[in-house]
C-alpha cells in the first residue's frame, strides 16, 4: 500500500494567494483527517470526514478555509487567501477503525510545508 | 488550560538509560490513550495504545492513572534511535477526534 499521500510536499506562496492542498487517503479508510503542525500550538485538528461526509468542521479557523471530499479516494483542502499565519506543515491521515475502538491507527501522509511570504 | 499537556523538553539523555514521560489532560471524560512518535520533519506514527492495566512493548512502558489524569512512558535502555518527539494522544468518548500534546523531545546522546 502507499500509504497516504500528499501533495505539495512543499509550497511557498506570497501573501493573498490562493493554497490548494491534497490528499489520497489509504484506499478502503473512511475516515480522513486534516491536521495542522506549528511549533507554537503542535498538531491541530481542522476537520475530519466520515465516508466523504464533513463531521467536525470547528477546528477551521476561519472562512478562509475550506475542505472537501469529492469522493472516498480525494480530499483538498483551501486556503483563499493565504496569509503568513498560515505558515504550518498540514498534514491529512486516515483509518479505518473508529477511534473509540481503542485500537485505533491513525496513518498520517508526509505532510504538506506552506510558507506563506 | 490545555486539554492534554506534556514537559516540551528538550530531554538529553545517555544512551542506555531510562527515561520517563509524563503528559496529563484536562477531560475526565476521555477513553482511549495513545503514544505517538514524529522523529524530525517527518509524520506521526503510533508508537502504542495505552491500555488502563499498563501495557509493555518491548523496552516501553505506558502507564495510565484515571484518577489524576495522567499518562506516562517510560523507555529502558535507550538507543540513539528513540532520538524524536513524543507526542501524547487522547481521544474523548463520543467523537473522533484526537488531542494531541505539543509533544517533548528525546535527545539521546552517545
Known amino acids: 500500500d502507499a500509504g497516504v499521500i500528499q501533495s505539495p510536499r512543499h509550497e511557498v506562496t506570497e501573501m493573498g494567494q490562493e493554497v490548494t492542498l491534497r490528499c489520497k487517503p489509504i484506499?478502503?479508510?473512511?475516515?480522513l483527517f486534516w491536521y495542522r503542525q506549528t511549533m507554537m500550538r503542535g498538531l491541530e485538528l481542522l476537520i475530519y470526514?466520515?465516508?466523504?461526509?464533513?463531521?467536525?468542521d470547528s477546528g477551521m479557523p476561519e472562512d478562509r478555509f475550506s475542505a472537501k471530499m469529492p469522493n472516498a479516494s480525494f480530499s483538498t483542502l483551501k486556503i483563499q487567501p493565504s496569509e503568513p499565519r498560515d505558515s504550518a506543515v498540514y498534514f491529512c491521515?486516515?483509518?479505518?477503525?473508529?477511534?473509540?475502538?481503542?485500537?485505533?491507527?491513525?496513518?498520517f501522509g508526509a505532510g504538506s510545508r506552506l510558507t506563506v511570504l | 488550560r490545555k486539554e492534554v499537556e506534556q514537559d516540551p523538553g528538550p530531554f538529553n539523555v545517555p544512551e542506555g538509560a531510562t527515561v520517563a514521560f509524563n503528559c496529563t489532560y484536562s477531560n475526565s471524560a476521555s477513553q482511549s490513550f495513545f503514544w505517538y512518535r514524529q522523529d524530525c520533519r517527518k509524520e506521526p506514527k503510533l508508537l502504542m495504545s495505552?491500555?488502563?492495566s499498563g501495557n509493555e512493548d518491548g523496552r516501553f512502558t505506558a502507564q495510565l492513572n484515571r484518577a489524576s489524569q495522567y499518562i506516562s512512558l517510560l523507555i529502558r535502555d535507550s538507543k540513539l534511535s528513540d532520538s524524536a518527539t513524543y507526542l501524547c494522544v487522547v481521544n474523548n468518548f463520543g467523537n473522533e477526534k484526537l488531542t494531541f500534546g505539543t509533544g517533548t523531545r528525546l535527545t539521546i546522546i552517545p
Open positions: 484506499s478502503g479508510h473512511d475516515y
Open positions: 470526514f466520515n465516508n466523504n461526509v464533513p463531521i467536525d
Open positions: 491521515a486516515s483509518t479505518s477503525d473508529r477511534i473509540l475502538s481503542g485500537a485505533n491507527v491513525l496513518t
Open positions: 495505552v491500555y488502563s
